[in-house]
């Protein structure tokens, strides 16, 4: 699976679109972008995925770029309640194990 | 996620106890999951099943066995509890059919040995 890379922390205005980044140079033509986030040890929620075009659903929107090497979460108006640790994961669709590697994310804080 | 459910949600135990956890699910998924997760680290794949007759090691096994009793429950036991097991501990479910395999989390565990 290929490796990821996110910023450390982030802070977003309450009501302005959160934008968060994320690269992945190295994956390969079967892999899923995915994005989850876990607010204070809670159990991990799923956000939203991505093979090659843009997704959009209730949550977010999954902007990726043509050559695939990086991809933006973008949370249109962000709330207090989406203070949370964001993780951007790539994995191939046929994964043996079904394992999801949460690296470190990016903590976005949203403040009044 | 409200379909999958993790019993108890704290549990403070002391070494060398044999210690059950226990997971369920109303989504219908075939494949569940037991993932732990240290301060400050990400999730780490204990045990998996992608059916009730199927049942894998992740990358930490040791010191931890499951039953998959049907396919709506997957237990973790530790059989002989020890303070590094001290983590949150969470169980997740996803589609066999899902070709994104998304994976969907319950709302996890807190265990302290002691």
């Known amino acids: 699976d290929a490796k990821t890379t996110q910023p450390t922390s982030m802070d977003c205005a309450e009501g302005r679109a959160a934008n968060l980044p994320c690269n992945h140079s190295?994956?390969?033509?079967?892999?899923?972008v995915y994005w989850y986030r876990q607010i204070h040890s809670q159990g991990p929620q799923y956000i939203i995925h991505g093979l090659k075009n843009n997704e959009t659903n209730e949550m977010a929107s999954l902007i990726i770029t043509e050559d695939r090497k990086s991809s933006t979460l973008i949370l249109p108006h962000a709330t207090l309640r989406d203070t949370a640790v964001y993780y951007c994961i790539v994995r191939g669709r046929s994964s043996n194990t079904g394992k999801l590697i949460f690296g470190q994310g990016t903590t976005l804080q949203v403040k009044p | 996620d409200a379909d999958v459910t993790q019993t108890p949600r704290n549990r403070i135990t002391k070494t060398g106890k044999r210690i059950m956890l226990e997971c369920s699910q109303t989504k219908g998924h075939d494949r569940m999951y037991w993932y732990r997760q240290d301060p400050g680290l990400g999730l780490r794949l204990i045990y998996y099943s992608f059916d009730v007759k199927d049942i894998n090691k992740g990358e930490i096994s040791d010191g931890y066995s499951v039953s998959r009793q049907a396919q709506a429950k997957f237990s973790l036991s530790l059989e002989s509890a020890i303070p590094n097991q001290t983590a949150l501990y969470f169980c997740a479910t996803s589609r066999q059919g899902d070709l994104a395999d998304t994976q969907y989390f319950g709302p996890g565990t807190r265990l302290t040995v002691l």
């Open positions: 190295t994956i390969s033509g079967n892999e899923y």
